[in-house]
């Protein structure tokens, strides 16, 4: 019974992951482009796991999202000498 139940908690792990599609948005400016030709880019481009994004670039995509960012931006600071409102 705990085999089985694994196995299923194995399975939609990895189907989980499978259907995460890339953390960013790709457009050709100025030209056609089908669903089609964007997966085959995105397999043809991708290495270890991750998309290499010049690869991308070299083949006329644009990334039309900001890259997320792991270390948070620190906060904004009044000049030195301003008085506080």
């Known amino acids: 019974m705990r085999t089985s139940i694994a196995l299923a908690s194995l ?3 990895l189907l989980l992951s499978a259907c ?3 953390d960013r948005e790709w457009m ?3 030209q056609p ?3 089609e030709e964007f997966r085959r880019d995105v ?3 991708t290495r270890g796991g991750s998309l290499d994004e010049a690869c991308m670039k070299s083949r006329g995509w644009v990334s039309v999202t900001a ?3 792991t270390k ?3 906060p904004l600071r009044a000049p030195a000498g301003a008085r506080p409102r």
């Open 20 to 22: 995460r599609g890339p």
């Open 11 to 13: 399975a939609a792990a």
């Open 67 to 69: 890259p997320r960012t």
């Open 43 to 45: 397999a043809d481009c």
């Open 33 to 35: 482009y089908t669903a």
């Open 72 to 74: 948070p931006q620190e």
């Open 28 to 30: 050709k400016v100025n």
